[in-house]
């Protein structure tokens, strides 16, 4: 198994809060794990700990390769994070937030259109500044610059949320494209019955600790296991 990320013993704070308090994880290429537990038990701060956005107190983390406590900002450009912030910029128009995260992650300015079109943003959209979008249209063009970015690892937090249901659906399949192509994906949500037929594992997280551990039903890669 290629290691994706490698975690031992981690801990992180959210000021003198061990938010992570020695979580051990391995996830492998192409992998769909989705991360769950209850609000506050760490799941948000496990992705950004994986993103390179949370220093690490003590243990040992490696993501894509970088070790976290000395090159955090090497795995901040091969990770697609989409957090309860969208990252984008209000004062900017769709299609310009696009650009400019192709131009950070040196990708041609062939690919907003496409990255757009994927996940559904209209035509007329895309001269709006993101300040004038619906919580929806906002959701679905942060996911798209998640996409143009063409990252080796997906980092999602409720990703469904403020999508109706042809957005959701729509997000499943950009998921299961991305780790057929190779990508992998973690994914904390609280909406069980979509994402666990999803993932090819699912975490449990309380307390900072990851307490279990469980294969899915579907394999890495996007494929239902036989």
Known sequence: MVSIVSLRGVVALLGR??????????????????????????KSTLLRVCAGLLRIESGRAEVLGHDLVTDRAAVRRS????????????????????????????IDDDAVPAALDRL???????????????????????????????????????????????????IDQVILDAASAGATVMLASHELDRTLDLATRHLTIAGGTITSDERGSREPGGHDAA
């Open 17 to 42: 809060f061990p938010a992570l308090a020695g979580a051990d994880l391995e996830v492998g290429e192409s992998e769909i794990v989705l991360v769950q537990g209850p609000n506050g038990a760490g």
């Open 79 to 106: 990770v697609g994070l989409l957090g309860h912030d969208t990252a984008l910029y209000d004062d900017l128009t769709v299609e310009e937030n696009l650009r400019f995260w192709a131009r950070a992650s040196r």
């Open 120 to 170: 559904g943003v209209a035509e007329r959209l895309r001269d709006v500044a993101v300040r004038n979008l619906s919580a929806g249209q906002r959701r679905r063009t942060a996911l798209a610059a998640v996409v143009v970015r063409r990252p080796r690892l997906w980092l999602l937090d409720e990703p469904h949320s403020g999508l109706d249901q042809g957005g959701r659906d729509l």
